[in-house]
Antibody
């Protein structure tokens, strides 16, 4: 059974750095082709892809946010960590992690999401 | 502004069929068959319902189907049920640097 779960703060102040952890089970990020991505969704708005990390530590970032994002993995803990610097109220959103299917590229398993509010 | 264009809302009565369109460009939808659809109920995480344009994951109702022509993909839901009322998002591969581009989402109302 594949599961993912996001953890992290629910409230951050403007200019602070957000750190979110995705803890997963049922698959391994050491397996060829496996990758985990982050997607966010502002309240009432659409999904927005943020970052992706592959089994071989290759990484991809949304062009509009790449200067603010870092993504790392800890395969011994089955975790992927996303950091976003210089948080702003417009970054208020639910942040999801999800597994990317190797063949289709689709996000086939999702976490429950972590709502992050940016406010002073 | 989302990369893929979807209608903001569609509606239909129980038992009817509806179609949700997803329009991209020759750099994404038009170039790859890595097109997926997600269903999202309020307060819930998105759920994959279609991948590779027209394939259904195990457990997804065969009332959901997908197709693509040129730069436009479509999600068809037949035999509408009350439980289908949700937001629907399309997503396309857009190259190795951009694994996903999403649509703006479509709210389906079952009348």
């Amino acid at each position: 059974q594949i599961t993912l779960k996001e953890s992290g703060p629910t409230l951050v102040k403007p200019t602070q750095t957000l750190t979110l952890t995705c803890t997963f089970s049922g698959f391994s990020l050491t397996t060829h082709g496996v990758s985990v991505g982050w997607v966010r969704q502002p309240p009432g708005k659409a999904l927005e892809w943020l970052a992706l990390i592959y089994w071989d530590d290759d990484k991809r970032f949304s062009p509009s946010l790449k200067n603010r994002l870092t993504i790392t993995k800890d395969t011994s803990k089955n975790q992927v960590v996303l950091t976003m610097t210089n948080m702003d109220p417009v970054d208020t959103a639910t942040y999801y992690c999800a597994r990317r299917d190797y063949g289709s590229g689709a996000l086939d398993y999702w976490g429950q999401g972590n709502l992050v509010t940016v406010s002073s | 502004q989302s990369a893929l264009t979807q209608p903001a809302s569609v509606s239909g009565s129980p038992g009817q069929s509806i179609t949700i369109s997803c329009t991209g460009t020759s750099s994404d939808v038009g170039s790859y068959n890595l097109l997926s659809w997600y269903q999202q109920h309020p307060g819930k995480a998105p759920k994959l319902i279609i991948y590779d344009v027209s394939k259904r994951p195990s457990g997804v109702s065969n009332r959901f189907s997908g197709s693509k022509s040129g730069n436009t993909a479509s999600l068809i839901i037949s035999g509408l049920q009350a439980e289908d009322e949700a937001d629907y998002y399309c997503s396309s591969y857009a190259g190795s640097s951009t694994p996903w581009v999403f649509g703006g989402g479509t709210k389906l109302t079952v009348l």
